[in-house]
């Protein structure tokens, strides 16, 4: 079956967002207790390409495939789970890169901002998705929760938005975002 590239997330509306989240057909790696253990071999780079017993992913494709197998446990370690497998992958920062963010509004007017991950899959930020914030004042680092433990950093230009969004609602040093109901504190920690 061809792959169809998603449309861009500027021209997508909160129903839009919301019905590809919704369509987004995972496997059911939380039901899995795989009786084996191993190595995949495999790493996610910081910048978010993929590699194979050293050599790199170019199938996009593939990567789609293997990142709705990825979990991460209590301790931050991430595996490739199958029903059969536990498989273990180095990843040096954050399993996915948000590439890109709009902001749309519910229909009582609450904002809800959308991201866009290097797999193509859109991630709403709220309850279930967490925006957290790491590093420094002079080198920030931002995160969103996806799926099963797993994180997204936010690429430079994507919290760039985020940021000019934010400076939109409030005053630098309070700078904050909400997003289905919650809100998240842009600031890094002290």
Same mark, same amino acid.
């Given at each position: *079956?061809?792959?169809?590239p ?5 021209? *997508? ?13 995972l ?9 084996q253990?191993?190595?995949?071999l *495999? ?8 590699f ?9 494709? *593939? ?10 446990d209590?301790?931050?370690a991430h ?7 536990n &498989?273990s ?5 954050a399993?996915f890169?948000?590439t890109?963010m ?12 959308a991201?866009?991950?290097?797999t193509?899959?859109?991630? &709403?930020a709220?309850?279930?998705?967490r925006l957290?914030t ?7 680092a ?5 799926r ?7 690429n430079r230009s ?5 940021i ?5 609602l409030?005053?630098?040093?309070? &700078? ?15």
């Open positions: *079956m061809p792959y169809t998603p449309p861009e997330l500027a021209a *997508m509306s909160l129903a839009e967002l919301a019905q590809a989240v919704a369509d987004r057909r496997p059911p790696v939380d039901q899995w207790t795989p009786a253990n191993g190595d995949s *495999m790493r996610i780079a910081t910048d978010g390409s993929w194979h017993d050293g050599g790199p992913i170019t199938r996009p494709a *593939m990567v789609r495939a293997f990142s709705t197998l990825l979990v991460r209590a301790d931050g595996f490739l789970r199958t029903p059969v497998e &498989l992958i180095v990843v040096e920062d399993a890169i948000a890109d709009q902001v749309r509004h519910d229909t009582a007017g609450q904002p809800v901002l991201f866009r991950l290097n193509d899959d859109v991630v &709403l709220g309850p279930d998705h957290r790491a590093g420094s004042a002079d080198v920030p931002f995160y969103l929760g996806v099963h433990g797993t994180e997204a950093r936010l994507t919290y760039g938005q985020l000019e969004y934010a400076l939109t409030s005053p630098p040093e309070a &700078l904050s975002v909400a997003s289905a109901g919650e809100t998240f504190a842009l600031v890094p920690p002290a």
